[in-house]
């Protein structure tokens, strides 16, 4: 996994990724990270991610968010927000 600085640095980088032949394959909300996945040149799967500011991370009884929610990398590359 590469961990990327934040959302505006994941969307640019899947869109140079997209642009020279590389799709983004999936797009999952783990709660305290944003994940894209795409495949390598030698067919690995490679996950590509940021984290959201710590206060995300916990909800109000401060237990870890922890999610595995499956979104449209599309509307994350058209400007739309990410995963709530």
């Not at 869109?15 to 909300?29: C, F, M």
């Not at 709660?31 to 390598?40: F, P």
């Not at 968010?65 to 499956?70: D, K, N």
């Given at each position: 996994?590469?961990?990327v600085a934040d959302r505006a640095?994941?969307?640019a980088l899947a869109r140079r990724l997209e642009a020279h032949g590389h799709p983004i394959l999936s797009g999952w909300d783990h709660g305290?990270?944003?994940s894209l996945y795409v495949r390598d040149p030698d067919g690995?799967?490679?996950?590509?991610?940021y984290d959201r500011p710590r206060e995300h991370w916990?909800?109000?009884?401060?237990?870890?968010v922890l999610r595995a929610a499956r979104f449209d990398p599309g509307a994350l590359l058209r400007g739309a927000e990410a995963p709530a």
């Amino acid at each position: 996994a590469f961990l990327v600085a934040d959302r505006a640095a994941l969307v640019a980088l899947a869109r140079r990724l997209e642009a020279h032949g590389h799709p983004i394959l999936s797009g999952w909300d783990h709660g305290a990270t944003v994940s894209l996945y795409v495949r390598d040149p030698d067919g690995h799967t490679v996950e590509l991610y940021y984290d959201r500011p710590r206060e995300h991370w916990y909800d109000a009884r401060g237990h870890p968010v922890l999610r595995a929610a499956r979104f449209d990398p599309g509307a994350l590359l058209r400007g739309a927000e990410a995963p709530a």
